[in-house]
């Protein structure tokens, strides 16, 4: 009787909801939940100015967690983050020192100092066969140490080029800031490559199973070399971003971007073991944690309380909705 | 007849960390300014041997085909836990101890209860657990500060006899009492298992969950014994963020360069340590060559680079292709 009565309700609901992925809804309805603590705490926290910022904030994760979702599709990790945002950041800021021809160029140059760090690790996990949880670590320790070398062990001192600090925080539309746009461009041709082309298939495919991929036919090391240079790619384009919004780039810049943006691209539901996932759930994972930190920030809460609060409530979200199904 | 030849193949990987640590080390004493005297040996197993105990940390997960990133953090937390706690009488210092390790095993339980029962990825779980320990660790700590008891740390952290640092005799003692027992347990047996093919071992009936939960567990003491040493050396506690990071880092780094297979159910704590200590050597090796300290980094990504490079001649052995998608 209460089975008729469930599927009534099922199949009353518009059938969006019905074909979401479950982790995806409890996502969103976490960031619902916790916009309605803030809300109790201030008023504010509903107003259109905070949400317009928290957007902007997020778009710096987001566009980094892209790359990284992309990655862990393919069942493997990037944890080469952190230097390649700081890389693609002082690289781009180097660049403009040298005269007009540099700062046209800044950006581009970059994000191609980040793509090669992206390609090294394609390289060393598609055709040598390093697992990616070592080889990432070791591009991160060559790449942090080149541009330790390069800055003296010190924060550069070349300032962001203007073209930069536009795309970071200007407004090309009037009240939507462009780092939001720039997210959702890269977000919509994500998902354009994850549904509707060959490559995006091919991803899944790898991140199911890489030996049934390859006998179809499959070139599957240059896909997965691809996608570690989109990653990289992306990750410094983050870093550009950055130093962008803050004018200039600095040392540690990259080591706040590499555990969210794997915990947003996880809580929004795609599994770290690969070949499942939408971008969807990742949008929700990069706008609920930074909500969460934001939140945690105005409630002027030590840095302490804050790790702890962050740390138990990503294991608290997973054992909702991220466990393994049991062995049997 | 050809026992030998297993132990052999067993060993390699063991034995070539072995091997490596042993020519660097040679390389660095011989360029030391001081040469190989007992000073130097004592310094360089002090810096060593933190490593090794985090190194055989992660050893233990691993093993399980899991990875611990807080590892670093447990150390950390012990660490500031230490100075506040390892102070006073000998009765309170040996109160205070028990009580670092108890909460190093209790880490590594929630950590091990987490992945196993809880069924999350090792990867992320342990990220996040990570970041509570950092966050505790903070909490008692908001600045480097406290105190140990010194005797007990210039004891642990002098020579044995004028010769022997005895930093290393702690870290004997521990592989005899930890790793040598656990090893060759069922529990132990039941971790090697489960990291070589978890399906099988369930299907032979191994107790593969308790071994996965005692290997995440002594991870977390043995961690607590490095944060322990740490407290001895320095005389504080100190929750520096980059400072844990980079131990879980360079452990997994010495955890590869000491043979030990990151796919799991291959390797050995000892060939961790002397993974760790090479890795250590390596590091240390600019400095007798009165390099610029700038280029550091560099010169240990480089090598980590070439080092887990070397891995990939395994594909000249490969017959079938598919043998590249394990």
């Known amino acids: 009787m209460s089975e008729t009565t469930l599927g009534g309700i099922a199949g009353r609901m518009p059938r969006f909801i019905r074909r979401a992925d479950p982790a995806v809804l409890t996502a969103f309805a976490c960031i619902v939940l916790l916009l309605f603590f803030g809300s109790l705490y201030s008023r504010s926290f509903l107003s259109p100015e905070y949400l317009l910022q928290q957007l902007k904030v997020a778009s710096f994760l987001g566009v980094i967690a892209t790359g990284m979702m992309l990655v862990i599709l393919l069942g493997q990790i990037d944890l080469s983050v952190p230097w390649a945002v700081a890389a693609g950041a002082m690289m781009a800021c180097a660049a403009a020192a040298y005269g007009p021809v540099g700062v046209a160029l800044a950006i581009p140059f970059g994000i191609i100092c980040g793509m090669l760090i992206g390609v090294v690790n394609g390289i060393g996990v598609a055709y040598l066969r390093i697992p990616s949880m070592i080889i990432t670590l070791a591009t991160n320790a060559v790449a942090q140490g080149l541009m330790v070398v390069y800055t003296g062990g010190f924060s550069p001192q070349d300032s962001a080029t203007g073209a930069m600090r536009y795309l970071a925080t200007g407004f090309a539309i009037p009240g939507v800031p462009n780092a939001v746009i720039i997210w959702a461009l890269i977000g919509a041709a994500m998902v354009f490559v994850l549904t509707r082309t060959g490559f995006g298939r091919t991803v899944y495919g790898i991140g199911n199973r890489e030996r049934a991929a390859y006998l179809s036919g499959i070139d599957t090391r240059r896909v997965v070399m691809i996608a570690f240079a989109v990653s990289g790619g992306l990750s410094a384009f983050g870093g550009v971003l950055l130093a962008g919004y803050a004018s200039k780039a600095a040392q540690s810049m990259g080591d706040a971007y590499l555990l969210p943006s794997i915990a947003a691209v996880v809580l929004g539901g795609t599994s770290i073991l690969g070949g499942r996932g939408s971008y969807l759930g990742t949008v929700a994972g990069v706008i609920l944690i930074t909500l969460l930190q934001s939140i945690l920030s105005v409630m002027q809460m030590p840095e302490a309380g804050r790790q702890i609060i962050y740390g138990v409530v990503i294991v608290a979200m997973l054992l909702l909705y991220g466990r393994a199904p049991a062995s049997r | ?326």
């Open chain 2, 1 to 326: 007849m050809k026992d030998w030849r297993y132990w052999l193949a067993e060993q390699r990987g063991t034995l070539l960390a072995f091997g490596i640590f042993i020519v660097m080390f040679v390389i660095y004493t011989s360029n030391h300014p001081a040469g190989f005297t007992a000073n130097v040996v004592q310094t360089a197993a002090n810096k060593g041997v933190l490593l090794a105990f985090v190194a055989m940390a992660q050893t233990l997960v691993v093993i399980t085909a899991g990875i611990d990133l807080s590892v670093g953090m447990i150390f950390l937390l012990t660490n500031c836990l230490a100075s506040w706690l390892v102070v006073g009488t000998p009765m309170q210092t040996t109160l205070g101890v028990i009580a670092v390790l108890a909460v190093g095993l209790l880490c590594g339980a929630i950590n091990g209860a987490i992945v196993i029962y809880g069924r999350l990825q090792p990867i992320v779980a342990t990220i996040a657990t990570g970041a509570v320990y950092y966050g505790i660790g903070l909490l008692l700590r908001p600045f480097p500060g406290g105190s140990v008891n010194e005797d007990l740390a210039d004891a642990l952290t002098g020579r044995v006899f004028g010769v022997v640092p005895a930093s290393l005799v702690v870290l004997l003692a521990i592989v005899l009492v930890i790793w040598v027992p656990f090893s060759r347990s069922v529990l132990g047996r039941a971790a090697y298992a489960a990291g070589s093919s978890e399906t099988a071992a369930y299907m032979s009936g191994v107790p593969i969950r308790r071994g996965k939960f005692a290997a995440y567990t002594l991870a977390g003491l043995l961690a607590a014994i490095g944060g322990l040493f740490l407290t001895f050396f320095t005389y504080t506690g100190e929750a520096a963020y980059a400072s844990g990071n980079s131990y879980t880092l360079f452990s997994i780094a010495a955890v590869v360069l000491g043979g030990v297979s990151l796919f799991g159910g291959k390797g050995s704590a000892i060939g961790a340590i002397f993974g760790a200590l090479a890795f250590r050597t390596i590091g240390d090796l600019l400095f007798v060559f009165d390099f610029d300290p700038l280029w550091q980094p560099l010169f240990q990504g480089v090598i980590l680079l070439v080092a887990v490079s070397l891995g990939a001649f395994a594909l000249f052995r490969v017959r079938n292709r598919l043998e590249w998608f394990l």
